[in-house]
C-alpha cells in the first residue's frame, strides 16, 4: 500500500483565500501582536513568518522585543498595555518564556477574547471540559483536527493515539479528539507497551520531537497517522515518523515539511480573524446601544 498523502501546504492555502475575503470585509484591518523575550533564532523565524502571512492576509501585526533577561514586571507590563490596546485583537506569547520568568502568570495576563494561541487557562480548561467551548482552540492541534477533517478520516469511535503530552500539542490534540468522539489514548516516554498501543490505532498523532522515532511496521495498516515533529537533520527538516516505512503501510500520511506547520501558521491567522470580528461585534453592539 501506499499512503495518500496530506497536503497541509494546499490545504493551508485553500483557508487563506477564504480568510483573505472575510478580512477585506471588515472596518479595519484585524491586528496580532507578537512578544518575543530573549534572541532564540528559531523563535524569530516563527515570529517573522507569521507576520509575513498577516501582511499577505491584510492584517495588522506589531511585535515586542524583550532582552532574555527581562524581568517578569517588564514582560508583564507589555501584556498589560497590550491587553488595553483596542488594535492589538489578538495577543501571541512567543513559548517558552525563560526559565527565569513565570510562564503561567504571563498566560494568565492575556484577557480570553485575545487569546489566540488558546493557552490561558480559561481556556485550557474549558477544553478539557465536557460540553464547554474554549474561545480559542491551541493552534497546532486546530490544525492537526483540520487536516483530518478535511481529508475525511473518520473520527467517531476511532482509536486515536497522541504521542507526547505537552501542553502546546499532545494534551490539547488528545481532549479535541476525544470531543469528537474518538477513544483516546495518550502516551509518553514513560509508557510501557508502545508498539502494542500503536498496532491498534486507527490515528496516530505524533508529537514527540525525536526524528523518525514511529516505523510504519509499528502501525496498523490503513491507519491515519499526522506528523507534528519538527527535527533539523543533516539530511534536512525531518519529522517524528519514518516517511519512507510509515507510507508504506498508512492510508494518510502528512508530509514533514508541508503538512501541520503550515496548518498551525493558518489557524492562528483564523483565530485573529475570529478575535477581531468578536471586537468589532461588542463595538457595535455598544455603539447601538449608546444610541
Ligand atoms: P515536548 O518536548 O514538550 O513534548 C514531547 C513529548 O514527547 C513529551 O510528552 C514526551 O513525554 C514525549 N516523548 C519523548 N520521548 C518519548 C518516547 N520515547 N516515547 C513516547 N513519548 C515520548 O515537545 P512539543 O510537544 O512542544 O513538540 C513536539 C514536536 O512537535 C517537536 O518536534 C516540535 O518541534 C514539533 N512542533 C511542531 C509544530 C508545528 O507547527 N508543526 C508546533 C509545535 C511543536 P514526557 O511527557 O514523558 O516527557
Known amino acids: 500500500m501506499s499512503s495518500q498523502l496530506i497536503d497541509g501546504k494546499a490545504i493551508?492555502?485553500?483557508?487563506?483565500?477564504?480568510?483573505?475575503a472575510?478580512?477585506?470585509?471588515?472596518?479595519?484591518?484585524?491586528?496580532?501582536?507578537?512578544?518575543?523575550?530573549?534572541?532564540?533564532?528559531?523563535?524569530?523565524?516563527?515570529?517573522?513568518?507569521?507576520?509575513?502571512?498577516?501582511?499577505?492576509?491584510g492584517m495588522q501585526s506589531l511585535h515586542h522585543q524583550l532582552p532574555a533577561d527581562a524581568t517578569q514586571?517588564?514582560?508583564?507590563?507589555?501584556?498589560r498595555q497590550l491587553a488595553e490596546d483596542p488594535g492589538a485583537h489578538g495577543i501571541l506569547i512567543q513559548l517558552p518564556l525563560p526559565?527565569?520568568?513565570?510562564?503561567?502568570?504571563?498566560?494568565?495576563?492575556?484577557?480570553?477574547?485575545?487569546?489566540?494561541?488558546?493557552?490561558h487557562p480559561v481556556n485550557v480548561g474549558r477544553l478539557a471540559m465536557k460540553g464547554r467551548r474554549p474561545e480559542f482552540v491551541p493552534c497546532t492541534p486546530a490544525g492537526c483536527m483540520r487536516l483530518l477533517e478535511r481529508s475525511g478520516v473518520p473520527l467517531k469511535g476511532a482509536r486515536a493515539v497522541v504521542v507526547g503530552r505537552s501542553n502546546i500539542v499532545?494534551?490539547?490534540?488528545?481532549?479535541l479528539l476525544n470531543h469528537a468522539d474518538a477513544t483516546v489514548t495518550i502516551v509518553h516516554s514513560r509508557t510501557v507497551g508502545l508498539d502494542e498501543i500503536l498496532g491498534q490505532a486507527d490515528i496516530v498523532v505524533a508529537a514527540i520531537g525525536k526524528a523518525n522515532f514511529i516505523r510504519g511496521e509499528q502501525l496498523?495498516?490503513?491507519?491515519?497517522?499526522?506528523?507534528?515533529?519538527?527535527?533539523?537533520?543533516?539530511?534536512?527538516?525531518?519529522?517524528?515518523?519514518?516517511f519512507e516505512t510509515v507510507r508504506q503501510v498508512a492510508a494518510h500520511v502528512t508530509p514533514v515539511p508541508g503538512g501541520v506547520g503550515p496548518m498551525t501558521l493558518i489557524m492562528l491567522m483564523e483565530n485573529t480573524l475570529k478575535a477581531a470580528q468578536k471586537s468589532f461585534q461588542v463595538r457595535e453592539l455598544q455603539a447601538g446601544g449608546a444610541g
Open 12 to 20: 493551508a492555502a485553500s483557508i487563506k483565500e477564504e480568510l483573505k
Open 170 to 175: 499532545g494534551l490539547p490534540m488528545a481532549l
Open 220 to 242: 496498523k495498516p490503513g491507519c491515519c497517522v499526522i506528523d507534528v515533529g519538527i527535527n533539523r537533520t543533516d539530511s534536512g527538516l525531518v519529522g517524528d515518523v519514518d
Open 22 to 57: 472575510q478580512v477585506a470585509s471588515l472596518p479595519s484591518p484585524p491586528g496580532l501582536a507578537t512578544v518575543l523575550v530573549g534572541d532564540d533564532p528559531a523563535s524569530h523565524t516563527y515570529i517573522r513568518s507569521k507576520h509575513r502571512l498577516c501582511a499577505d492576509l
Open 73 to 79: 514586571e517588564e514582560v508583564e507590563a507589555v501584556v
Open 99 to 119: 526559565a527565569h520568568l513565570d510562564e503561567e502568570r504571563v498566560l494568565a495576563l492575556v484577557p480570553l477574547e485575545k487569546d489566540v494561541d488558546g493557552f
